[in-house]
């Protein structure tokens, strides 16, 4: 066995496909590369870069005013990583255009984040570690 893998993929579970699949087109800018009935849930998937997916999937028992919880055992958040401070300033600009609520951006001595929520609750965010 080699080194330790490469990340692969990030699945969310979400209340509806329908209503998640155009807000995430919007915030990745792109189609995504799957789009079916599984039989078992609904999924859909994009292709980010760096090549990894993230997909969202509506499962036929998930209650529907069920919300995402960080605090509970589990995904915490997803981070898309910024080449730089200014990269994540674009993706503020980008999410407020999108009418996407966030946090605006914190600095710590680790970096830089940018914290925002899907339609369902699920945490994610941009970040930038400290330049060199």
Request: hydrophobic share 35%.
């Amino acid at each position: 066995m080699s080194e330790f893998p490469p990340l692969g993929h990030v699945a969310l579970t979400v209340k509806s496909c329908d209503v998640s699949r155009p807000w995430y087109q919007a915030l990745f800018g792109t189609q995504p590369v799957i789009d079916e009935d599984t039989g078992p849930w609904y999924h859909v998937v994009w292709a980010l870069p760096g090549g990894g997916l993230l997909g969202i999937h509506e499962h036929p028992g998930t209650p529907k005013e069920d919300t995402f919880d960080e605090v509970r055992i589990g995904l915490d958040h997803v981070s898309f990583h910024c080449g730089s401070r200014s990269e994540l300033e674009a993706w503020k600009v980008k999410l407020d255009e999108l009418g996407v609520k966030n946090g605006g951006i914190k600095d710590a001595p680790y970096g830089s984040g940018l914290s925002f929520r899907d339609p369902d609750g699920n945490a994610l965010e941009f970040f930038a570690a400290p330049a060199n």
